[in-house]
């Protein structure tokens, strides 16, 4: 039985991962920080399915002796880090702590891994945000990188860390330099949750507008299912890389609104107000080409953008009923 250790279980990608493993046959051990007790459950939520069949750890991206203890505890064959402080607004109100958070974290579980369990795979959760400003869309591996954030800096150096223990020390690390992608678990600060969320409350009757920034921003939005499925292909190859995984599509925040509402049968034209407090200076498109992936990892999305904004819309109703 294979043993695999994933940093951020508690998020998005966590805990869609975590499934996909455990059908696999996995054991699976994952980190997790403190909350107060009033917030552990919500901390929780995404993984509560699953908390009888993995082991949690505690530790944070702050602490190397708990990264150190995690993985000596759990002596894992594959490593996934995903854990981040991962909202691209918030980056900017503090950039100190995404920083140190991303690029010390990143480093330190690096660094045990070489130390405890140097046959391990190690994946990390690289981002298009590290593209930054870069201008020729579609972006692929061999694209410039100009990061135009604390957070797309962070996930550079992320990077050039997993490739450094790689090329240097011998480490299988790989590098999944993913686009947006979205699903009914998205945090809500994330435009596509706070959108379908939105829907189903007005809907319910329970909100009366929706703030939105830039409608016309433009994203490559994919399904977060079929991205860990990647992440996991990564990790079964025979020599380590590092894969652009996307849609190659583009879609605007309009496009989702526009699909959202009209799921519930209302027009969103009617019900969302543009707040600059939500604006954020966009530097470039970002479209990604995932030909190596496909052709490598037999990779390719499947679920199409309508279909998922569907799904987060219909998730988010039936939450609200239950
Ligand atoms: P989420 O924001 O849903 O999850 C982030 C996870 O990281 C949570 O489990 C969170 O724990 C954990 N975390 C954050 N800070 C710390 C810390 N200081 N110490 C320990 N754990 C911490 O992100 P996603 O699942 O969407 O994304 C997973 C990774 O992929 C992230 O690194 C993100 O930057 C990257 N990524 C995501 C994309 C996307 O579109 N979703 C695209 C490209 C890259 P807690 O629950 O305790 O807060
Ligand atoms: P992003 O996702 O920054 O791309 O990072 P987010 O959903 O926050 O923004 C997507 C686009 O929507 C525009 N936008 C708004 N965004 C938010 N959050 N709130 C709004 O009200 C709003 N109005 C318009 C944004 O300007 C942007 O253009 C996500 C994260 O998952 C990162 O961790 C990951 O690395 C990247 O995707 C790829």
């Given at each position: 039985m294979k043993i695999a250790f994933i940093t951020g279980i508690t998020g998005q990608d966590g805990s869609y991962l975590a499934e996909i493993l455990l059908e696999k046959g996995y054991e699976v051990y994952g980190l997790?920080?403190?909350?107060s007790l009033e917030d552990q459950s919500n901390r929780l939520s995404r993984i509560?399915?699953?908390?009888?069949?993995?082991?949690?750890?505690?530790?944070?991206?702050?602490?190397?002796?708990?990264?150190?203890?995690?993985?000596?505890?759990?002596?894992?064959?594959?490593?996934?880090h995903l854990a981040a402080q991962s909202f691209v607004n918030y980056s900017f109100e503090d950039e100190f702590s995404t920083i140190s958070a991303n690029i010390n974290g990143t480093h330190g579980?690096?660094?045990?891994?070489?130390?405890?369990v140097p046959q391990a795979k190690f994946y990390f959760a690289g981002s298009s945000e590290m593209f930054g400003s870069s201008q020729n869309p579609?972006?692929?591996?061999e694209s410039q990188f100009k990061p135009r954030s604390a957070y797309g800096i962070s996930k550079v150096a992320g990077y050039h860390l997993a490739c450094?223990?790689?090329?240097?020390?011998?480490?299988?690390?790989?590098?999944?330099?993913?686009?947006?992608?979205e699903s009914p678990r998205r945090g809500f600060e994330f435009v596509t949750r706070k959108i379908s969320s939105a829907v189903a409350r007005i809907k319910q009757g329970s909100q009366e507008r929706l703030e939105l920034g830039n409608l016309d921003a433009q994203r490559?939005?994919?399904?977060?299912?079929?991205?860990?499925?990647?992440?996991?292909?990564?990790?079964?190859?025979d020599k380590p890389g590092d894969y652009v995984i996307s849609?190659?599509?583009?879609?605007?925040?309009?496009?989702?609104?526009a699909i959202a509402f009209n799921y519930v049968d209302l027009d969103y034209r009617d019900w969302v107000d543009i707040n600059p407090q939500f604006y954020r200076h966009e530097t470039a498109i970002l479209q990604g080409d995932?030909?190596?992936?496909?052709?490598?990892?037999?990779?390719?999305?499947?679920i199409s953008f309508h279909d998922m904004v569907c799904e987060m819309v219909e998730n988010d109703l039936r939450s609200l009923q239950s």
């Open positions: 997790t920080r403190r909350a509560k399915h699953l908390l009888k069949d993995i082991r949690l750890l505690s530790g944070t991206l702050e602490s190397y002796p708990s990264l150190y203890r995690a993985l000596r505890e759990s002596k894992p064959d594959e490593v996934y579980l690096l660094a045990a891994c070489l130390e405890l579609p972006q692929h591996e450094n223990y790689r090329e240097n020390y011998g480490l299988f690390t790989a590098t999944g330099i993913l686009f947006n992608h490559d939005w994919g399904h977060a299912k079929e991205y860990v499925d990647a992440m996991w292909r990564m990790l079964q190859q849609t190659g599509k583009l879609h605007s925040v309009r496009d989702f609104c995932s030909r190596k992936a496909e052709e490598k990892l037999n990779w390719r999305p499947r």
